[in-house]
């Protein structure tokens, strides 16, 4: 059995009406995994989501949850906990209630289930607060809450629907860490939904992004960020320039690319002369300064905008053709005063820096 | 807009609250007469509520009343939830808005109506299967179920309709199923709007006189009808302390179910308020 993986999703749809909520999707998702479902609103998360926990049905393909398949387990005896993206509460119990709930659907004797509760209060530090009901916490007790009664049952997979759009950054950035010690401390399976790209970099081992109910790219944030495989995806993660051209020649695993920027770039593969390309590069790649460093990608441009951060300045510099580029120029240097508003410049970036995107 | 008081929305308001409970009053008051002359006044006494103690027949219709009161709302709180359930949960299916307008009917249905139709399908009912056998106590039950199961339907829908399906689902993931789910998680939330149910259900089957009169047999007489074929005789003092007896309960039962109701949204909207807002202990 070993290489067959913990959760196989195979050619899953579901339709609603003429909605097509999620296409044709496979998904492998090995145990002990924490794997961030990543896409814009509408992209169909939430229903990929509640399939895996039983509460939609699937109308085409299948899922197996460690080695079984799940289209005629119902979700009370599915290895899985969901965690709800309201919560989900029960509002007339306590929290020690609400988390021994499902503890007690299991059969486990009392004292085994005090003995739970306490701990898993302590895990997601909330000591003390078990005879509280829902209504007396705030929204990130109670988001704390609703993760000690999705892990009380120890589930292979836990699944997190948005676990942290309700709090504020401060209490999200401590909290991401929090859920990503839990996570590793249980090795348990987590599946995160998100729409945001910096938490989805943030937690994740592997980040799927989904766009109309398809997964675009399956890859580890690093990947995703340096290689996205298309501009939705570079456009998606974080912000990019794009720049177009027609591959004039690929040597000895360089590609020369003609357009408003002849660019010099390191070829992937695939590329041949005639090609037309288009490319992006980060911000923080490309490098902006007075005097001309005589390198390869190497273009003269003028500030257009600029803006000052903290730590950085972002700048938009038009180069030539009128093409934009965005970047980003850390705030260390000394003795060279930053480039200010209007004034012109040389912007270069290494070839290994250029993404081929594959649209 | 001015916050200050509006005299004739005020005086409107006073002229309303009169007509409604100064006939009330004068009757509450006159239940304390002495004289037996209903518009004599002739000193205060409790004698009336005394001899009443001692009236058989009033105490017997009392008993009755309750009993039916007590069976005719549980009933129709068990049915108005099913319904209430059935509406809110069923999605759009066909003929909803059809059915929803049916179940409402019996509300501003005239009771005579109702309760010639009811005596009409008894009657029909018992030549047919032999039962009911003659109507008494079962079929006042059966006939004030009829229209309190709306009542208790409308009231237990609000609640339902804002109800968060989600907890029902979470309580299935953490490995419960129906009717677990439904007596662990569901009623315990709706449980307010239910005893409201329950208790305007219980105030509409003691209060009712006309579809009692229509489906009682001989011996099964209700306290509203005992009133009421009392007063054909003539008003005494001691109509008026019974009436007051009734008013009580029923003030009570309102009273308690527009607390519950008032309470309970009072404090549902407290807890939207707090929402997010901490404080950590
Ligand atoms: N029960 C339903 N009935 C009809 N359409 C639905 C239903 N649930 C979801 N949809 C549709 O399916 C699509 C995907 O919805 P889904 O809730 O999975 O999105 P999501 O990615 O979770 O979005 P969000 O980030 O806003 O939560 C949407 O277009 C939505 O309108
Ligand atoms: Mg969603």
């Known amino acids: 059995m070993t290489g067959s993986p913990f959760i196989r999703i195979s050619n899953v749809t579901r339709r609603f009406g003429d909605v097509v909520a999620v296409d044709d999707l496979s998904l492998d998702i090995d145990k002990g995994e924490l794997f961030c479902l990543l896409g814009a609103s509408g992209c169909g998360k939430t229903t990929l989501l509640r399939m895996l926990a039983g509460f939609e049905s699937v109308d085409s393909g299948s899922i197996e949850i460690d080695g079984i398949d799940m289209s005629r387990v119902p979700p009370a005896t599915r290895p899985v906990n969901i965690m709800f993206q309201n919560y989900a509460l029960f509002p007339h119990m306590t929290v020690d209630s609400n988390i021994a709930y499902g503890l007690k659907r299991a059969g486990l004797p009392r004292a085994e289930i005090e003995s739970r509760v306490t701990e898993l209060l302590r895990l997601v530090r909330l000591s003390g607060m078990g005879g509280r009901k829902p209504h007396q916490l705030s929204g990130g007790q109670r988001q704390r809450v609703a993760l000690a009664r999705a892990l009380a049952r120890r589930p292979k997979l836990l699944l997190l629907d948005e676990p942290l759009a309700a709090l504020d950054k401060k209490l999200r950035e401590d909290t991401q860490f929090e859920l990503v010690d839990i996570q590793e401390r249980l090795e348990t399976t987590f599946i995160v939904v998100t729409h945001d790209q910096e938490e989805a970099m943030t937690l994740a081992s592997r980040i799927g992004v989904m766009d109309a109910g398809k997964l675009v790219q399956v890859d580890s944030p690093r990947t995703l960020y340096d290689r996205p495989k298309n501009s939705f995806i570079a456009d998606f993660l974080g912000t990019v320039s794009f720049l177009e051209g027609k591959v004039k020649s690929a040597k000895g695993g360089m590609l020369q690319i003609d357009g408003p920027i002849p660019v010099t770039a390191v070829d992937p593969g695939g590329f041949a002369a005639g090609d037309d390309v288009r490319m992006a590069i980060r911000p923080e790649k490309i490098s902006l300064s007075r005097e001309s460093g005589g390198g390869v990608n190497e273009v003269k441009v003028m500030v257009e905008d600029m803006a000052f951060t903290g730590v950085a300045s972002n700048y938009r510099v038009a180069g030539p053709g009128g093409v934009l580029l965005k970047l980003t120029q850390p705030n260390m240097r000394r003795g060279e005063p930053a480039l200010e508003w209007e004034e012109t410049g040389y912007a270069a970036f290494d070839p290994a820096d250029v993404v081929l995107l594959r649209d | ?281």
């Open chain 2, 1 to 281: 807009m001015t916050r200050g008081i509006s005299w004739p929305a005020l005086w409107l308001g006073i002229i309303g609250f009169g007509i409604l409970y100064v006939p009330v009053t004068v009757m509450v008051i006159y239940s304390f007469n002495s004289s037996r002359l209903v518009s004599v006044w002739a000193g205060f006494s409790t004698k009336w509520y005394g001899e009443l103690l001692e009236n058989d027949a009033v105490l017997e219709a009392l008993g009755k009343s309750l009993w039916v009161a007590v069976n005719a709302a549980t009933l129709s709180t068990v049915f108005g939830v099913l319904i209430a359930l059935a509406f809110v949960r069923l999605g759009n299916f066909r003929f909803r808005l059809l059915l929803s307008a049916l179940a409402s009917m019996p509300l501003v249905m005239p009771e005579v109506v109702t309760g010639l139709s009811l005596l009409l399908l008894f009657i029909a009912m018992e030549g047919l299967l032999g039962w009911p056998a003659g109507r008494g106590i079962d079929t006042i039950i059966i006939a004030h179920t009829t229209f309190g199961m709306c009542f208790a339907a409308v009231v237990v829908q609000s609640r339902l309709r804002d109800f968060d399906m989600s907890i029902e689902e979470a309580a299935a993931d953490l490995g419960a199923r129906q009717p677990y789910i439904f007596f662990s998680i569901t009623l315990p939330v709706i449980a307010p709007a239910v005893i409201a149910a329950w208790l305007l259900a219980f105030t509409l089957s003691f209060d009712d006189l006309v579809i009692a009169s229509f489906v009682s047999g001989p011996g099964s007489s209700t306290l509203p009808i005992v009133v009421f074929s009392k007063v054909r005789l003539g008003v005494t003092p001691e109509i008026n302390a019974l009436a007051t007896i009734m008013i009580l309960l029923v003030a009570a039962s309102v009273v308690i179910a527009s607390a519950i109701i008032y309470r309970n949204s009072a404090g549902r909207k407290a807890a939207a308020a707090t929402g997010g807002s901490g404080h950590e202990s």
